[in-house]
């Protein structure tokens, strides 16, 4: 059960690393130590909005070099970078080891251990930024850094010690700060302006389902296709209930695009002329993408009733040459009599 737990975690916070807002740009690490489960004692992962742009664990003998579409410049951030993964790794393997002893984990609850450590810097449009660490230990809150203080606060109090030993590295400490206050801005930047996967983007279809209800009516907005995965998706008109059972999950497509729906409960009774409309915000289209419910069908419909149209009226127009020719042929063959 405790290892499945564990496993669980490592899910969750993987799952972390994907979810951002469609109007920010967020540069995500996760770093992760463990024993016993099979894994690199020491991973480090980093994402630009959904794109993972950096990747180093402790089986690997050397960090990636600087990729070919960075500049010059840009390869000074990732040097920073993994010098910092490697700095990084001493640090982990340090707390996990701390936070083993003052959980008393020894004999068989000591096999397996997960040490994790979350970064987050968001920036948005108005130019905000925000910056977030958390650090967890087996699955739990451990310890959080607050940035006005400049102290960690614990969510444990086996996590008092570990912020003790942080807090005594004054210079350290303010490294920390320097680099959430100006340095992981600059790496986000950097990897928003030359990263060909970052900059990969691919706009939605949105269509719009409806399934019979006694008494209502199941309206389903259907978005597939987007890249990358950050989306917003709203359900527009009166008297509308959200779909209890329904999870709004982004999922991915086979083809490296995601895929996500909404469902909203449509009464029948005192709706009038009422218009429902689903409405899709994401970053590879300016404004929004809007699809009204009735007005979709239709104009799905039109294209299939022109094409029949046209091919009945190539159909009529070639019998009636058909027709023509034979009435031509048998005259000729008269006159040759």
Known sequence: MRKAKIIYTLVFFFSLLQQSCCDVNSIIGYCLSSEGLGLPRYIKRVTVNDATVFYYDSNMHSTAPCPDWLSTTACQHWKEMSFLTQYNQKLM???LQTA??????TGTFSDINVYQ???RCDLYPNGTVKAVLTHGFNGMDFLTLDFDSKTFIPSV????IYKRIREKDEILLERVMAYYKKTCFDHLKMFLENSPAVNMKKAPEVRIFEKQRAGSTLLTCHVTGFYP??????WIGADLQQEDLETNDVLPNGDGTYQTRRSVIRPEENTGDQHYSCVVYHS???GNITVTWGKEEKLFKLPVRMTLGFIFMVTVVGLVIRCFIKSKDAVTESDDS
Do not use: D, G, R, T
């Not at 083993?100 to 984990?105: E, M, P, S, T, V």
């Not at 109090?157 to 008092?160: F, K, L, V």
């Not at 995965?229 to 709203?234: I, R, T």
């Open 229 to 234: 995965k950050a989306v917003q998706v709203k």
């Open 157 to 160: 109090p086996q996590a008092i």
């Open 93 to 95: 393997s340090e707390a």
């Open 284 to 286: 590879s289209v300016e």
């Open 117 to 119: 450590a979350c970064s």
């Open 100 to 105: 083993i002893k003052q959980f008393n984990l």
